[in-house]
């Protein structure tokens, strides 16, 4: 079956340094892969989509790759600040039935 | 443009009676979705909407329906409530069905059934 499987455990990361995050995918292979940022109590944010003939994308101080050969997808926060402290989730999808992964919580210290 | 709006915020429930989440969205878009959000699961679809009068199910439907009442509303029910459906409740919607398409979110909908 499907399955998409994010770094289980919480990220804690110093202000200035770079968080990676990864998203693995198996048994299918999605044409697009969304991410996005939640926060306590909130419904996600939309901040990416990158597609699979597009290696990597860029936005301010976020770059996300994608590799259909690894069925990965990393997703890095540069110049990180306190203010990214958040969890973000990925969607790999081909089928907008598909739900999300379980998310990875960034924990930015000043 | 208020976005996605949802209600109740919060709901608590005994086992076995029913109660109807709704949700709006003022962006007019065409697609709707209902996922639940538990610790550790991540966000799992349970219905979702692809346009104005067309319902489909998604990864994990049973326990719950839905309607379409408008381009603008979608309903979820739970129509005997179970402590297994004690959830968070994400609502989102997007301009058309599809992949490529970014979802908005509502801000939830906090459900305890005891």
């Known amino acids: 079956s499907q399955k998409i499987e994010q770094n289980s455990e919480a990220l804690n990361i110093q202000e200035g340094k770079t968080a990676t995050l990864t998203c693995n995918y198996t048994?299918?292979?999605?044409?697009?892969l969304q991410w996005y940022r939640q926060d306590p109590g909130r419904g996600p944010v939309f901040l990416l989509l990158i597609r699979e003939n597009e290696k990597e994308k860029r936005k301010e101080r976020l770059k996300v790759t994608f590799d259909t050969t690894l069925k990965q997808s990393l997703f890095h926060i540069t110049a990180s600040q306190p203010a990214d402290s958040a969890t973000y989730l990925c969607d790999p999808s081909n089928d907008y039935k598909l739900s999300f992964g379980a998310g990875t919580t960034v924990t930015v210290r000043a | 443009n208020a976005g996605v709006t949802q209600t109740p915020k919060f709901q608590v429930l005994k086992t076995g009676q029913s109660m109807t989440l709704q949700c709006a969205q003022d962006?007019?878009?065409?697609?709707m979705y209902w996922y639940r959000q538990d610790p550790g699961m991540g966000l799992r679809l349970i219905y979702y909407s692809a346009s104005e009068g067309t319902t489909d199910k998604g990864e994990v439907p049973n326990g719950y329906n839905v309607s379409r009442l408008n381009k603008r509303e979608f309903s979820l029910r739970l129509e005997s409530a179970a402590p297994s459906q004690t959830s968070v409740y994400f609502c989102?919607?997007?301009?058309?069905?599809?992949?490529?398409?970014?979802?908005?979110f509502g801000p939830g909908t906090r459900l305890t059934v005891l």
């Open positions: 962006m007019n878009h065409n697609s």
């Open positions: 989102a919607s997007s301009e058309q069905p599809g992949d490529d398409n970014e979802q908005f």
């Open positions: 048994n299918y292979s999605p044409a697009y």
